[in-house]
């Protein structure tokens, strides 16, 4: 019984995964937290997806120092910006570049296996309740170099974009702070299993839905697990409190 459940939850993680891969895209970000966990919108909107009382928000403080963090699924030469935006998903402002070249590992990323990415950046001296952060992958046939990021010209369907609510000062938008102003509160309707929401999405389905949230978990924990690995602790160290591991 347990051999024939467990064979057909590795089944739902893999045609997951597949389907994950054929519509992910290229960078999702990780911190803060973004508004959903689609790494597949490209331009034509400034986010791909508008902002929700069902999302994440994250509070930090005006001019604080924020270490950006976003995982790559697929490689593509180019390069990185982070951006800010007041209000409403307009005025945007670049807060920060970064080149694709010397990426980190893994050399061949995927939605198991992303490849991590971080950017420091100083948030505005300013208040605002309903800020967004957006990070822009700007696929070109080179790499280039942060000052020359973005390029005059960029051909269309080779932006991605994915953005995540954040408030800067007292404003309330539905987040919360805690250490050092950076935990972010989805709401309970967006507070799914992994952390992401199985809200159906315009455009989408129930079933696409679930796909993805299975993809997620599934990404979540080999991620996880390598990064156990390589601190060289036993895999089930890194989900506490379990009792103990499981013995054959």
Known sequence: MHARALGLALLILILGTTWAAKLSAHALLDTPAPRDQQDGYKDGTPCG????????????????????EWLE?????????????????????ILGRKSHSDPPPPASP??????PWSLQVTLPDVACAECTLRLRQIMVGENLAEEACPPATVQQGSV???CANITLGSGSAGGS???GGMDSTPSAEAAGS????????????????????VAFCYRRAVTRLIATSRAGRAPC????????CPTS
């Open 49 to 68: 997806v508008l902002r929700a009382s069902s999302q994440p928000v994250t509070r930090y403080m005006p001019g604080q120092a924020l270490n950006v």
């Open 73 to 93: 699924t697929v490689d593509h030469s180019g390069c990185f910006l982070v951006e800010f935006s007041p209000q409403a998903d307009q005025d945007f402002q």
């Open 110 to 115: 995927t939605s198991g296996d992303p490849r």
């Open 160 to 162: 991605y974009t994915t």
């Open 177 to 179: 702070s805690g250490a």
């Open 194 to 213: 992994c952390g992401i929401s199985t809200a159906r999405r315009p455009g989408g389905s129930l079933l696409a839905s679930l796909f993805m949230l």
């Open 237 to 244: 160290e890194a989900y506490a409190p379990v009792p103990r």
